[in-house]
Structures are given as structure tokens and as C-alpha cells.
């Protein structure tokens, strides 16, 4: 499974791997239980883990770089349900750039949850080539750790053609 096919899907808890796409929406398979389903553009948005970008106090860092400190860190790895301060003592000590004003107890909990995911589905955690050099042939949004996976949304554009909304013409 490839890092670069991993999303986090509005409304709906835990990661998902991209197996396809269609212009409505697209086919995902949860990594915790291995379930497939459909998932709908009109009602979610999706958000590929390999172009969130956390708040720092400089210019901000892909998930990436912080999900490599917290691998790399001796520190043990604090429950996903812990509190704000043991969450925010622990990032901290393993990532001390992070912009602690700006992301948040929840964002820190999510990536917990993640980089456990992660781990025990197997996912290498790594930006593809393609992403660091800026050549994909589409824009990559910039995400944050703000709004909501972790607290980290972009709307993707819908291919579809806007609806016309016939209204009733006013009387004189």
C-alpha cells in the first residue's frame, strides 16, 4: 500500500486507502477493517495525507516530516485519548517547531491515530517523488492542521457542471 493513496474522508472516522475515482466520488477500503465501499464527493471531501501540512512557527512542514520525528523520537508514543497537555508535552519534546496555537489538542490526537493506523497496516510513510519536485499534473492543495483531518480540510472542486436553478420570473 502506498502512502501517496492514503486519505481521510470527512464524516467518517479513520483512514482510507484510494482504490479508484469517478467524477461523483470514489471507491476507498478502510485500513482498520479492510472494508470497501463508495464514497460520495456531493456529501464528503477527501484529503490526501501526502499534502497535509502542520502549522510550525516558520513555514509549515508536511505530516510527513512530523510523523518521521515521532518514529524516530524515544519517546513513548501517548494514548490517542490522552489530554491536551500530556498531548501537547509529549509534541513538544518530539517536534518542537510545531505552532502550538495554531494546531490544535484534536489534531494532535489524529495524528496519533494515525501514525498507529499507519504502522500496523504496513503503509511506508514517505512523500512520493512526484509531490516533493511539484510535478503532479494536479494542484495540490495546501493543507493545514487547522481545519479537519487533522482538522485539515480543502474542498476539492467537483467536475460536474454546476446545476441551473430555474427561478420564477417577477411580476410587474
Do not use: C
Not at 56 to 63: A, F, Y
Request: glycine content about 4%.
Amino acid at each position: 500500500m502506498e502512502y501517496n493513496k492514503i486519505v481521510s474522508v470527512t464524516g467518517m472516522s479513520g483512514l482510507y486507502e484510494l482504490v479508484s475515482s469517478k467524477a461523483d466520488g470514489g471507491i476507498v477500503r478502510s485500513l482498520e477493517d479492510n472494508s470497501t465501499k463508495f464514497v460520495s464527493t456531493r456529501v464528503h471531501n477527501f484529503s490526501h495525507l501526502e499534502s497535509i501540512e502542520i502549522y510550525t512557527k516558520e513555514d509549515n512542514v508536511n505530516l510527513v516530516e512530523v510523523f518521521a520525528a515521532m518514529q524516530a523520537s524515544s519517546e513513548t508514543l501517548p494514548d490517542a485519548k490522552a489530554d491536551g497537555k500530556s498531548l501537547k508535552a509529549y509534541f513538544e519534546k518530539v517536534y518542537p517547531d510545531m505552532d502550538f496555537e495554531r494546531v490544535y489538542g484534536s489534531d494532535m490526537k489524529k495524528m496519533i491515530k494515525w501514525l498507529e493506523v499507519l504502522n500496523k497496516s504496513g503503509v511506508e510513510i514517505k512523500v512520493s517523488a512526484e509531490t516533493e519536485a511539484g510535478d503532479t499534473d494536479q494542484p495540490v492543495e495546501k493543507k493545514t492542521a487547522k481545519a479537519s483531518a487533522p482538522k485539515t480540510t480543502a474542498t476539492p472542486k467537483s467536475n460536474a457542471p454546476a446545476k441551473k436553478i430555474n427561478m420564477p420570473r417577477k411580476m410587474a
